[in-house]
């Protein structure tokens, strides 16, 4: 996997590389939902995963 940081700027900026990573986003936002849903019902903290989910979009470069 790339690493967004990678990109030039123009392209990381380009709506089409938004779009897509959106959607990288939006895929692994559901599924980290369903792995803290899990280690809720099985008793199990996930801090990290709790962290990570509130910093997607700035993970994946798409903070804005």
Known sequence: FMDVRE???????????????????AIAEKDLDWALRLGRSSGVQLP??????????????ISD
């Not at 700027?9 to 990573?21: D, M, P, V």
């Not at 990570?52 to 979009?57: K, S």
């Open 7 to 25: 990109a030039p700027e123009a392209i990381r900026k380009s709506e089409g590389y938004k779009q897509e990573f959106r959607n990288h986003t």
């Open 48 to 61: 990290v995963a709790g962290l990570l989910a509130q910093r997607m979009g700035e993970i994946y470069g």
